[in-house]
């Protein structure tokens, strides 16, 4: 059954701290994204990578970083350098780079910092 | 550069009534569109797209789009709601370096019996 998986749910970290996101998708996908979703915002991207190995910047990603060693991950680490950490995070991918192709979503991660 | 505006953070419908979640757009380009629903911390679903070819599109659930470039307007109908419609549910235009979405900020919909 092909999809996109995040885990944990739900994860809690003293400020501070740095901490790693997880996702993985064994849809064969090329491309990966992170969002953030805060309430009332819609969605705002943070990381694409379009292939193994490569990842852009998106509108807002100072205080995160990302590494795509393997086409199936892409992990996302929110560092204390992140100024209000406390959102729901979306992971998707799409068969190939670019706008045009449908992105599909895992269920999230809600952190929360304190 | 591109964007949208959804109109409407919060709608109310009655279960069998028209549903109508509006969004506009912005764009320097011929735009992609996209509608995406969300149920409660859930990720998302696409419900429909546009890119190119006709300006009227059908997706899941019962749920249609039309694209109209003269009112830069994607706005999203269905004709009869229902129950299991109450969710959040985003607009989306592709961003400025093509590979990516930009959303509007949701529309939450209730459906009342």
């Known amino acids: 059954d092909g999809g996109i998986t995040q885990s944990p749910k739900y994860l809690f970290r003293k400020e501070g701290q740095n901490v790693t996101l997880s996702c993985e998708q064994n849809l064969n996908h090329d491309a990966m994204y992170w969002y953030r979703q805060d309430p009332g915002q819609g969605l705002r991207l943070i990381y694409y990578s379009q292939i193994v190995n490569d990842f852009q910047k998106g509108d807002i990603a100072e205080g995160y970083s990302v590494s795509r060693e393997k086409k199936e991950s892409f992990p996302l680490t929110v560092t204390s350098a992140q100024k209000n950490p406390t959102a729901f995070y979306l992971c998707?991918?799409?068969?190939?780079?670019?706008?045009?192709?449908?992105?599909?979503f895992g269920p999230g991660t809600r952190l929360t910092v304190t | 550069a591109q964007s949208v505006t959804q109109l409407g953070s919060h709608v109310s419908v009655s279960e069998g009534a028209l549903v109508l979640l509006r969004c506009n757009y912005s764009?320097?380009?011929?735009?992609?569109l996209f509608w995406y629903v969300q149920y409660p911390n859930q990720g998302l679903q696409l419900l429909l797209k546009y890119t190119t070819g006709a300006t009227l599109v059908k997706g899941i659930n019962g749920f249609e789009a039309e694209f109209k470039k003269s009112e830069t307007s994607f706005h999203l109908t269905k004709p009869s709601a229902h129950m299991s419609d109450a969710a959040e549910y985003f607009c989306?235009?592709?961003?400025?370096?093509?590979?990516?979405?930009?959303f509007g900020k949701g529309t939450s919909l209730l459906v009342t019996p």
């Open positions: 764009s320097s380009v011929p735009p992609y």
């Open positions: 989306a235009v592709h961003s400025n370096s093509g590979y990516a979405l930009n």
């Open positions: 998707a991918s799409s068969i190939f780079p670019g706008a045009y192709y449908e992105q599909y």
